[in-house]
């Protein structure tokens, strides 16, 4: 069974920066997608990015040219570099991979305030 683990949220402020960290538990070369959502408080969940196993990425409109999502399979990972992060940015971010089924990891949390 693979597990998706997050790191690298916190508190940060206004036009900071943060990285994001996604770890699998086996290989991620067996999966087609990988990518982060993330959900605030009271509103839908939304995707930020993702990545393809060909290195395509896809980013959503409200973090183009803000973050950038990468992946290093030799540590089977993805990763999620954000800045100029906002106070709208503040939301629980989660990786998921898409392979013979879609996984998800637990979440982490992003606070983005002065």
């Known amino acids: 069974q693979v597990q998706l683990v997050e790191s690298g949220g916190g508190l940060v402020q206004p036009g900071g920066s943060l990285r994001l960290s996604c770890a699998a538990s086996?290989?991620?070369?067996?999966?087609?997608?990988m990518g982060w959502y993330r959900q605030a408080p009271g509103k839908e969940r939304e995707l930020v990015a993702w990545?393809?196993?060909?290195?395509?990425?896809n980013y959503g409109d409200s973090v183009k040219g803000r973050f950038t999502i990468s992946s290093d399979r030799a540590k089977n990972s993805v990763y999620l570099q954000m800045n100029s992060l906002k106070p709208e940015d503040t939301a629980v971010y989660s990786c998921?991979?898409?392979?013979?089924?879609?996984?998800w990891g637990q979440g982490t949390q992003v606070t983005v305030s002065a």
């Open positions: 998921y991979a898409i392979g013979p089924k879609v996984y």
């Open positions: 990545i393809s196993s060909m290195d395509i990425t």
């Open positions: 086996g290989s991620i070369f067996g999966f087609n997608v």
